[in-house]
């Protein structure tokens, strides 16, 4: 079983929809929980930043931990078709001697005009 | 504010080949890492420095893949012999400082895309 497990889609929806995206773990020790988003050939960039558990939002954007049921979303609200990009969640535990993130593959997703 | 820079953007080698890929955090980064992303994966930790010194190399491939970060700000990442299984996109991303604080935010270069035929 993967560390991180997260739906490749694609995911196609129109523009103006509401987007859930979703990831799932196993590992107990996460605290840092993250949202990046990655355009075609171009690297990650950091969305959203959440530690432990609870909502955030930032614009069109809202992410959401729950601990207990090791889940964690992202919703973008009023979609439009820049938003179209792959979706990855990281995720890394409190302290420790390293900042590794684990990150879940991604998934892609699609907003049509 | 300038990003992180990586070269080359592209590469294909044949397998056995030499490959060496450059990168060059923003200024002030203390801490780079390589990653490698095969299609239709994320990103996998090879490699972690702070400074000059290596924090994490678990998952580094230690018979083919080498790093070094001398004088601590750019840093190259090598393959010898190449894979076919190498053909991925090697991701270099840099934070400023790590000192237990949680998560840094880490700022990722454009990636070298390696073709290994």
């Known amino acids: 079983q993967k560390e991180v497990e997260q739906d490749p889609g694609p995911l196609s929806v129109p523009e103006g929809a509401i987007v859930s995206l979703n990831c799932t773990y196993s590992?107990?020790?996460?605290?840092?929980f993250m949202w990046y988003r990655q355009y075609s050939r171009k690297g990650p960039e950091l969305l959203m930043y959440t530690y432990s558990s609870g909502n955030k939002e930032d614009g069109r954007f809202t992410a959401q931990v729950d601990k207990s049921s090791k889940y964690i979303s992202l919703f973008i609200r009023d979609s439009q078709p820049s938003d179209s990009a792959t979706y990855l969640c990281a995720m890394s535990p409190v302290g420790g001697a390293t900042n590794k993130l684990i990150f879940g593959t991604g998934t892609l997703l699609a907003v049509q005009p | 504010e300038a990003g992180v820079a990586q070269s080359p953007r592209y590469k294909i080698i044949e397998k056995r080949q030499s490959v060496a890929f450059w990168c060059n955090p923003i200024s002030g980064h203390a801490t780079l890492y390589w990653y490698q992303q095969i299609l239709g994966q994320g990103p996998k930790l090879l490699i972690q420095f702070q400074n000059n010194g290596v924090v994490d190399d678990s998952q580094l491939p230690k018979d083919r893949f080498s790093a070094e970060r001398l004088k601590g700000v750019d840093s190259t990442l090598k393959i010898q012999p190449a894979k076919l299984e190498d053909s991925a996109v090697y991701l270099c991303a840099s934070s400023l400082d790590l000192r237990d604080k949680g998560s840094d935010t880490q700022y990722f270069g454009p990636g070298t895309r390696l073709t290994v035929l």
């Open positions: 590992n107990s020790a996460f605290q840092y």
